[in-house]
Nanobody, 114 residues
Framework: QVQLVESGGGLVQPGGSLRLSCAAS????????MGWYRQTPGKERELVAV???????NYADSVKGRFTISRDNAKNTVYLQMNSLKPEDTAVYYC????????WGQGTQVTVSS
């Protein structure tokens, strides 16, 4: 059974930082690409960042230079370091494994507000 469990969301002031974590189980983590997506009410889920099995990364233009995706294969965990947060980064953030047809975590709320 594949499980992805996100953590690390919360309320932060503009300009602040958060680190999201996504712990995976039930998959061979090291050979699968992983991604972070986000969604706000009434909008489609959008890709934030993706990391390949060998560590190649790609980012949405809106987060380039501010967010960093990384992975620790020994811990079956993918991270999203978010710096210089803006109110428009407020969303539910989801972790995705590209294993087979794809699996999603339950999401973690990130709110950027003063």
């Amino acid at each position: 059974q594949v499980q992805l469990v996100e953590s690390g969301g919360g309320l932060v002031q503009p300009g602040g930082s958060l680190r999201l974590s996504c712990a995976a189980s039930g998959i061979i983590f090291s050979i699968n690409a992983m991604g972070w997506y986000r969604q706000t009410p009434g909008k489609e889920r959008e890709l934030v960042a993706v990391i390949s099995s060998v560590g190649r990364t790609n980012y949405a233009d809106s987060v380039k230079g501010r967010f960093t995706i990384s992975r620790d294969n020994a811990k079956n965990t993918v991270y999203l370091q978010m710096n210089s947060l803006k109110p428009e980064d407020t969303a539910v953030y989801y972790c995705k494994s590209y294993y087979l047809s794809g699996y999603w975590g339950q999401g973690t709320q990130v709110t950027v507000s003063s």
